[in-house]
């Protein structure tokens, strides 16, 4: 009989970043105060899961949100850096016309390839990266299921890798919400099924950057 194993990646919840920063990988970007009511209803969502193991990566951010799934299910939070954000020119700037830095002639060179994208960690390499440790993951918690916590780039690129669609899109068109959950169901090695749920829907009062 071959063992069922679900693998959930879980964004972070809502950063405190009243500049509007692009903040990617640099340190010190904490949960905001309803990020972290957002980490504890992923808490809660997951309550009747059999969650056996639980990965994060090591931006601030993400920890937090996973503290309250460890203290949940008394489980140890292990730090894989492939979780991380994705790597970014724009990283600490703001992204945009007027005064953000695409008004900057220096900057327009990074935006002339969107399919790779010539503005960051490339997403064949993301892609890679995600999938190694999802693997990771569905190994530690056979039979089980798994909680990794990162990003919403990153989370996004797995789930268009795992559906076997196009890695280049618009990132108004992510389904990646805060503190969002994307499932990914194991048949034993075999991936069945993808599943999203949303269960800190209504706590986010605006748009958070995107990629963040």
């Known amino acids: 009989m071959t063992d069922t194993t679900i693998v959930h990646l ?6 405190h970043n009243p500049g509007g920063i692009l903040y990617g990988r640099l340190p ?3 949960l905001s105060e309803d990020g972290v009511l957002m980490a504890k209803a992923a808490a809660k969502h997951f309550a009747e899961h ?3 193991a639980l990965f994060s990566s090591p931006m601030q951010r993400a920890l937090e949100t996973a503290a309250p799934l460890a203290e949940a299910f008394d489980l140890p939070v292990t730090v894989d850096d492939r979780l991380i954000e994705a790597d970014n020119h724009f990283e ?3 992204f945009g016309v007027g005064k953000g830095s695409l008004r900057r002639p220096e900057h327009w060179r990074y935006l002339v390839n969107p ?6 960690e490339p997403y ?3 892609a890679a990266r995600m999938r190694a440790v999802v693997i990771r993951a569905r190994d530690a918690a056979r039979g089980h299921q798994a909680v990794c ?3 919403q780039l990153p989370i996004w690129i797995l789930r268009l890798h795992a559906e076997r669609r196009r890695l280049w899109h618009h990132p108004v068109k992510r389904e990646c919400g805060l503190a969002s959950v994307t499932s990914l169901t194991f048949e034993g090695s075999k991936l069945v099924g993808v599943g999203y749920d ?3 829907a209504g706590l986010a009062k605006g748009p958070s950057v995107a990629g963040a």
């Open 149 to 151: 916590v990162s990003h």
């Open 28 to 30: 010190g970007y904490r």
């Open 198 to 200: 949303e269960p800190a």
């Open 10 to 15: 879980l964004r972070h919840g809502e950063v």
């Open 50 to 52: 059999d969650v056996t």
């Open 92 to 94: 600490g700037m703001t």
């Open 124 to 126: 064949t390499e993301l």
């Open 115 to 120: 399919f790779k994208p010539s503005w960051g």
